[in-house]
């Protein structure tokens, strides 16, 4: 009986024009792939690497950051210029355009690469264990990755494009310049005193997030109109960028200690003088 609910409702309220599209077809496809990353990437892999070296990927992870930074670029430029770019785009909340025009589908079309990049960006915790970069694998690294595959489906099926861009546009710029970031830093030893340090990502993550949560939640309590948002994804934006406060309570931990750490050298440097 659930299961003639929940098809009814992903018949009446998902889009019908990636219904028959490579893993549209089927809800339990996000929650399967996040499952065969999380066996993967927290028994398998480390039960692996347990007694052997850490191996060296130098050059690969480097190929790696590059492609998924161009792939991320490109998808930002795409989806930029069919939105927020868009002169007519209205910010507070974008209807969704539902039509088979070439630009609606162009929307739809870039959504569903926006989807293979985050099954791709797995790869990233396994090549981090196989280097043994365990302190880089944290609870939030992996909630970040899991919540991205779940959302970006859900959002490609029942909001694709309009209001919902920005959590495709602030993902894929965030992860095009952490790519470009790693990238450099594995290649040119000239990058390597810049690398960034969990308190640099924690803050990136948490800004990605509170916007996620302040603009959800005002189309969620005050929905204009003209535009007739998806509760359903609002409410799932809103729950994932509440738990990864949770998930990310040691991140925080971190930026309090770093922030209280520059303050006590700076008063002493005063002191000094």
Request: glycine share 4%; net charge positive; aromatic share 18%.
């Amino acid at each position: 009986m659930m299961k003639k609910y929940n098809d009814k409702y992903y018949a009446r309220y998902g889009d019908p024009r990636t219904a028959n599209w490579l893993l549209m077809d089927n809800q339990m496809y996000p929650f399967l792939i996040a499952a065969l990353y999380l066996v993967t990437t927290k028994l398998i892999v480390p039960m692996v690497m347990r007694k052997r070296n850490p191996i060296e990927l130098r050059w690969l992870s480097v190929a790696y950051n590059i492609g998924m930074c161009l792939v991320n670029a490109w998808v930002l430029y795409e989806l930029g210029n069919l939105t927020v770019l868009n002169p007519k785009f209205d910010w507070f909340c974008q209807p969704i355009d539902w039509s088979n025009s070439p630009e609606a589908m162009r929307v739809a079309e870039v959504g569903w690469i926006f989807l293979l990049t985050t099954i791709l960006e797995c790869i990233t915790t396994i090549l981090i264990i196989l280097r043994k970069k365990e302190s880089y694998s944290s609870a939030v690294h992996t909630f970040v990755r899991t919540q991205a595959l779940i959302v970006a489906w859900y959002g490609l099926k029942f909001a694709p494009g309009g209001y919902n861009s920005l959590y495709c546009l602030l993902n894929v710029l965030i992860y095009a310049v952490l790519h470009f970031h790693h990238a450099a830093v594995i290649s040119m030893p000239f990058f390597k005193h810049w690398h960034w340090e969990t308190v640099t990502l924690a803050l990136i993550y948490v800004l990605q997030f509170s916007i996620y949560l302040v603009y959800y939640s005002q189309l969620y309590f005050f929905p204009p109109r003209n535009c007739k948002p998806s509760f359903f994804v609002l409410r799932l934006n809103m729950g994932i960028s509440l738990l990864f406060f949770v998930f990310g309570k040691d991140f925080f931990v971190s930026v309090f200690n770093f922030i209280s750490g520059k303050k006590k050298s700076t008063e002493k440097q005063k002191k000094k003088y």
